[in-house]
């Protein structure tokens, strides 16, 4: 059964990080553009980030772009989110999904389409 499994939410501090992990169960990774969505309590699930299946470009959403990062380490079948300067406004479940190997702005920009496996989700609150 095909798996992702999600690790490193929790509460920060404005202007604080964290580091989101995907890790791929009983499939790799490598032949799937995986994102990264997030979804506030009362609003739509958003793209936050994609990575490509085949040159590792990237995608960011304009309110993320230049604080967080999205990579890809094939040797532990994972994909992280770096999120850094992180504001109130970043609170969220976020959510990761491995997708068919589309391009990251198709990937970010339609969150329910061409996936083939949800993870569970990681809550980050950012509050002082």
């Known amino acids: 059964q095909l798996q992702l499994v999600e690790s490193g939410g929790g509460l920060v501090q404005p202007g604080g990080s964290l580091r989101l992990s995907c890790t791929g169960s009983?499939?790799?990774?490598?032949?799937?553009?995986v994102g990264w969505f997030r979804q506030a309590p009362g609003k739509e699930r958003e793209g936050v980030s994609c990575i490509s299946s085949t040159d590792d470009s990237t995608y960011y959403t304009a309110s993320v772009k230049g604080r967080f990062t999205i990579s890809r380490d094939s040797a532990n079948n994972t994909v992280y989110l770096q999120m850094n300067s992180l504001k109130p406004e970043d609170t969220a479940v976020y959510y990761c999904?491995?997708?068919?190997?589309?391009?990251?702005?198709?990937?970010?920009?339609?969150?329910?389409?061409?996936?083939?496996?949800w993870g569970q989700g990681t809550l980050v609150t950012v509050s002082s």
């Open positions: 009983e499939f790799t990774l490598d032949y799937s553009a």
């Open positions: 999904a491995a997708k068919d190997p589309i391009k990251p702005i198709l990937c970010a920009v339609a969150p329910y389409r061409y996936v083939k496996v």
